[in-house]
Antibody
Framework: EVQVVESGGNFIQPGGSLRLSCAAS????????LSWVRQAPGKGLEWVSA????????YYADSVKGRFTVSRDNSKNTVYLQMNSLRAEDTAVYYC????????????WGRGTTVTVSS | EIVMTQSPVTLSVSPGERATLSCRAS??????LAWYQQKPGQAPRLLIH???TRATGIPARFSGSGSGTEFTLTISSLQSEDFAVYYC?????????FGGGTKVEIK
C-alpha cells in the first residue's frame, strides 16, 4: 500500500523554527516528487513546496520562499520541510502528498500534521 | 502565478441530482488540471487528473471535462458520501495553484 505519514507538527512561537517529516512507503521513493500542501483553519488548500525525486530541484510558494526549505533523504524514504521565521499566518494543517511520478498532481495524501504559531 | 477560480462557492443539491462544478484558470493550463474531494477532518482525495481521467477507484458518476482555461467536474447522481468540498488544481506551471473550493451541500 502506498502511504505517506507526516510528523513534527507542534505549537511554536512567532519567529521560531520547526521541521516536519514525511515518511513514505509502498512505492519507488526516489522516482517520485513529493509536495507539501497546507490548509489554514477553515480555509482552502495552499500548495507550499515540492521536491523532485532526486532532490536536485525544489519549488516554493512565494509566501514561504526564503523561510522554508524542503529536502529529502532517499535512503530513509523521508522528505523534510524546515520552517524558519514562522509567522501566525503559517498556522495550518500541513499535508505531505506524493506527486504522480510523471506530473505534479497529488495522488496520495497523508493525514496531515498541525502547526500552530502563536505567542 | 495562475489563479484558479471555482464557482459556485456553495452548491445545494438533492441526493440523486446532478452537480456541475466549474473551475476557471487565469491562463491556459492545457489539460493539466486535477480535481480533489475533501470531507471534514479528512485529507483531500484525488478524483480526476489530466482534466478528465478518473483516478483509481473513483466511481464512474464522477467525470471531468475541459481544457485550456475552462473546466467542469460533474457528479451525475449525488450520493450521500459525495457531500464534501471539491478543489481544482493546475499543474501546468509553477507555482502549483488550487482553486478556492466548492462546497457541495445537501439541499
Amino acid at each position: 500500500e502506498v502511504q505517506v505519514v507526516e510528523s513534527g507538527g507542534n505549537f511554536i512561537q512567532p519567529g521560531g523554527s520547526l521541521r516536519l517529516s514525511c515518511a513514505a512507503s509502498g512505492f519507488t521513493f526516489s522516482s517520485c516528487a513529493l509536495s507539501w500542501v497546507r490548509q489554514a483553519p477553515g480555509k482552502g488548500l495552499e500548495w507550499v513546496s515540492a521536491i523532485t525525486g532526486s532532490g536536485v530541484t525544489t519549488y516554493y510558494a512565494d509566501s514561504v520562499k526564503g523561510r522554508f526549505t524542503v529536502s529529502r533523504d532517499n535512503s530513509k524514504n523521508t522528505v523534510y520541510l524546515q520552517m524558519n521565521s514562522l509567522r501566525a499566518e503559517d498556522t495550518a494543517v500541513y499535508y505531505c502528498a506524493k506527486d504522480n511520478c510523471d506530473y505534479y498532481y497529488m495522488d496520495v495524501w497523508g493525514r496531515g500534521t498541525t502547526v500552530t504559531v502563536s505567542s | 502565478e495562475i489563479v484558479m477560480t471555482q464557482s459556485p462557492v456553495t452548491l445545494s443539491v438533492s441526493p440523486g441530482e446532478r452537480a456541475t462544478l466549474s473551475c476557471r484558470a487565469s491562463q491556459s493550463v492545457n489539460s493539466r488540471l486535477a480535481w480533489y474531494q475533501q470531507k471534514p477532518g479528512q485529507a483531500p482525495r484525488l478524483l480526476i487528473h489530466d482534466a478528465s481521467t478518473r483516478a483509481t477507484g473513483i466511481p464512474a458518476r464522477f467525470s471531468g471535462s475541459g481544457s485550456g482555461t475552462e473546466f467542469t467536474l460533474t457528479i451525475s447522481s449525488l450520493q450521500s458520501e459525495d457531500f464534501a468540498v471539491y478543489y481544482c488544481q493546475q499543474y501546468n506551471n509553477w507555482p502549483l495553484t488550487f482553486g478556492g473550493g466548492t462546497k457541495v451541500e445537501i439541499k
